[in-house]
C-alpha cells in the first residue's frame, strides 16, 4: 500500500510518504500551507499555466497543494488529484533523484502492472538524471498531453520523509522548449529552494505523530 518504506542498507521498514501524507491531511498546519501557497500563487501571477506541489503515492504522483493562473481556469487540477508516474514530468523527475536501487524497484513494480509504461519510463530515466545534475529540473514536452509541456523539480523535505516534486503545467504553443528554460526553469528552481526551507523548518514531531513511531525490524 506504499505506508512502508524498506531501507535496504538498515535492514528496516520505516514510514513512508502515503503515511505521512495521509496523517498530515488530517493535520493540516494554516501556517504551512499558507506559505505554501503563496509560493505557487506567485510564480503563476508571472506564468500561464498549472503549478503544483505533489508527493509519490505508489505509482502516482498525488498533489499536495495546486495553482491556477487565471487564464487557465478551466484546468481540473486540485488537491488530491493523482496522475501516474509513467506519464508525466512529476513522476521522470522522481525517479531520477531517488537511488538506483529505489528507482530499480520502483521500475520492477510498473512492469508487473505495464511492461510498455514501465519502459516509457525507464528509457528516459539516464537521461533525466544527467539533466537534474546539470540543471536541476526535468522538462518533457508532450508526455502527458500532446498540447501540453512541463516542467519539474524534485527536493527532499524531511516533513514528509520523502522527495517532493514541484511541477509546472503549460500549454505547448505559448511555451516551447527552450523558453521554459529561458522563463519558468529559474522561477521553478528558485521557488523549490524556497520551498524546501519552509517544510524543512517545521518540527514533523509537531506535525505527524507517525514521526515518533519505531523502525519495524525484520
Known amino acids: 500500500m506504499g505506508l512502508l518504506v524498506y531501507v535496504r542498507e538498515e535492514q528496516k521498514y520505516r514510514i513512508g510518504p502515503g503515511a505521512?501524507?495521509?496523517s498530515l491531511a488530517m493535520t493540516r498546519s494554516p501556517a504551512r500551507d499558507g506559505q505554501i501557497r503563496s509560493i505557487l500563487n506567485r510564480i503563476t501571477d508571472r506564468v500561464p499555466g498549472v503549478i503544483a506541489l505533489g508527493i509519490p503515492d505508489r505509482l502516482d504522483i498525488t498533489f499536495i497543494e495546486v495553482a491556477t493562473a487565471a487564464t487557465q481556469s478551466s484546468s481540473r487540477a486540485g488537491r488530491g488529484n493523482r496522475v501516474p508516474m509513467t506519464r508525466t514530468v512529476a513522476g521522470h523527475a522522481y525517479a531520477a533523484v531517488i537511488d538506483a536501487s529505489e528507482a530499480d524497484d520502483l521500475l520492477l513494480l510498473i512492469d508487473r502492472c505495464a511492461p510498455k509504461e514501465a519502459e516509457r519510463l525507464r528509457s528516459r530515466l539516464q537521461r533525466n538524471?544527467?539533466?537534474?545534475?546539470?540543471?536541476?529540473?526535468?522538462?518533457?514536452?508532450?508526455l502527458f498531453r500532446a498540447h501540453l509541456n512541463a516542467i519539474a523539480v524534485p527536493f527532499w523535505s524531511s516533513l514528509y520523509n520523502s522527495f517532493l516534486v514541484l511541477t509546472m503545467t503549460v500549454l505547448a504553443k505559448d511555451y516551447a522548449e527552450q523558453r521554459m528554460r529561458d522563463e519558468i526553469a529559474p522561477l521553478m528552481v528558485e521557488s523549490a529552494a524556497e520551498m524546501e526551507r519552509l517544510l524543512n523548518s517545521f518540527d514533523v514531531s509537531t506535525n505527524c505523530a507517525l514521526k515518533a513511531a519505531p523502525d519495524i525490524q525484520l
Open 20 to 22: 505521512v501524507g495521509m
Open 129 to 142: 538524471r544527467l539533466a537534474l545534475r546539470e540543471r536541476g529540473y526535468v522538462i518533457g514536452c508532450g
